[in-house]
């Protein structure tokens, strides 16, 4: 499926593209980027050397990071397709916000490897979408979480 | 008391102060920073212009990093202080992972102002610890979180 080589965080409206973890804008930051690869939907992220927590392994900090973006940017795919379009449509994705984000730590996650984080939408309302995930290093599960993402109203400070 | 105005992160032993979140050795990182503040533990840090979600608000990613350190940090100062420790004393405080986080983000987290973790105490187990906090921004909780932190053995990658 030719949309599976885009990425969402690609189509947010450029209001919503400043993320640090995912905002094109945002010059600092870490481009996160989440593309569907089939039914399920996928990040990979190569953390920079000083990303440790101890000598070797990424920081969990990080490692929610990356889930948080991943998460909101699945659940606007999921939105998005569910309404019948696919990236590269004229309408633009919805952008949605973390509602609650759990990540559960199972094993030390090795630095210096691309790490994947695979997205299965578990759940969704009309604004509400529950997507459950899976951290990979080296083809190995070091982390899964459960994101409940909501669409975004604008917001002005 | 006089230890309520030392960080645990200070008393790090070498090998475990490089985490990009809370490590003193790690130049690039945020160098979070966790104290008593009598019975509770807070963390404080103001964010930078670029860790923005849209702008005027937060990012997810560091306020589920800040918390991570700051429950990984007031879970090693509960156990340093239920075996009869503050910080000053010869012997080092344990040095605690996450084994889960969960953050619910209640309301947009302003950027510009310090950020403020307070954390309690809510199990202590002899190498685990249930740490749940509150972020406030200017005064208003922003989000909650709920970590169970497990003391760490060493690793090599």
Known sequence: ????????????????????????LNAAGHHFRTR??????????????????IPGFVYGGLI???????????????????????????????????ASLTVDYRKPTPLGTLLQVRGTIREMGTRKVVVESELLANGEIT????VVAVVAKTLSP
């Open 1 to 24: 499926m030719k949309s599976d080589a885009l990425f969402v965080q690609d189509y947010y409206t450029e209001s919503f593209a400043w993320c640090y973890g995912c905002g094109r």
């Open 36 to 53: 569907w690869d089939g039914d399920t939907t996928l990040t990979e992220y190569l953390p920079k050397p000083e990303h440790i927590a």
């Open 64 to 98: 929610a990071a990356l889930i948080d973006c991943h998460s909101t940017g699945s659940a606007s795919l999921a939105l998005y397709r569910r309404d019948g379009h696919e990236l590269g449509d004229q309408v633009l994705p919805p952008r949605c916000m973390t």
């Open 143 to 146: 982390a899964s979480s459960r």
